[in-house]
């Protein structure tokens, strides 16, 4: 039986990996954790809960002594655009807290699953089927920490070997919580626009290609991987996954399929768009396909399907 702690629980990853862990493993095996303690009420109140700053140790410890827990998965950090506009917070929730967790996880013999990102590449990088294993020159402070992390997680795996594992996910495209500060938010945002407005106003350009992925195949992958045959792995910190790879044109003509007024236009983030700019317009996910059987069920048009159903439902209060 696993006992399970999850950190970040309350984000757009975590709120619902939470009950997929919860549903698998019992509600009392998946201790969720996260610095704050609101904005989810139902899934604070729906099982264990600890209001815990991932950066602390000795609160991590304690959790996971009374709990007996024998895998994190650790989700708390800022991401790409949040990150850019404070780098040195970035670097301390994202480094200091992993850091934490890593050590935790030594100490008490844990396996750990931690989300790396397409955000690991940089422009040097080959911007096609970025291969699993090529150069890795990231120019956001975002970056910088995800290949620091998935060095972190080899470094503790080959040296004390805790059991770390774990993805690069493309952009998250989901329903239940909004994404917060990342890049590829807009691929989110833009199906509750057009549901409410028909219309959305894209701070990406029209053409940027990146890869994408819906929620319970982002799901799929954690789990499976965690789930997978340690012999099997040759990678474990890092695999590329992707499910779907498109631009926001595409995105909308998509869209035009079940609301044929939808309209897009574009009021572009140099922000954003830079950071975009700088990472793959696809990846390449062959390892993970091998190494796990890594196989994503979701493409555009089904994910269009559902998130447009899933919205308008809920805007009709059923
Ligand atoms: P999110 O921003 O939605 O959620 C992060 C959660 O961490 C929030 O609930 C926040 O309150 C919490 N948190 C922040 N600082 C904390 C701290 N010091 N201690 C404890 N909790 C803290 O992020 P997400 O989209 O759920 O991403 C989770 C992981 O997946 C991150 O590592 C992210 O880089 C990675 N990832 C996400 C995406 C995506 O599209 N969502 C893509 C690639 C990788
Ligand atoms: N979706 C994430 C972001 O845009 C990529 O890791 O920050």
Known sequence: MKNILLTGALGQIGSELAVSLRERYGIENVIITDIKAD???????????????????????????????????????????????????????????LYSVLEVAREKHCAVFTPSSIGAFGPTAPKDYTPQDTIQRPTSIYGVTK??????????????????????????????????????????HIYYAAVKQKRYTCFLKGDTYLDMIYMPDAIKAAINLMEADPNKLRHRNAFNVSAMNFCPEDQAAYIRRYIPEFEISYNIDPVRQ???????NSLEDYAARVEWEWNPEYDLDAVTKDMLKILQERSEGK
């Open 39 to 97: 904005g989810n009420k139902e899934l604070i109140e729906s099982g264990p809960f600890y209001q815990c700053d991932c950066r602390d140790s000795k609160a991590l410890a304690d959790i996971v002594g009374r709990h007996k827990i024998d895998t994190i998965y650790h989700l708390a950090a800022l991401l790409s655009a949040v990150a850019e506009a404070n780098p040195q917070k970035a670097w301390d929730v994202n480094i200091n807290g």
């Open 147 to 188: 290949v620091t992390g998935e060095l972190l997680c080899d470094y503790y795996n080959h040296k004390y070997g805790v059991d770390t594992r774990g993805v690069r996910y493309p952009g998250i495209i989901s329903s239940v919580t909004s994404p917060s500060g990342g890049t590829t938010d807009y691929a989110v």
């Open 274 to 280: 830079a950071l975009a700019n700088s990472w793959p």
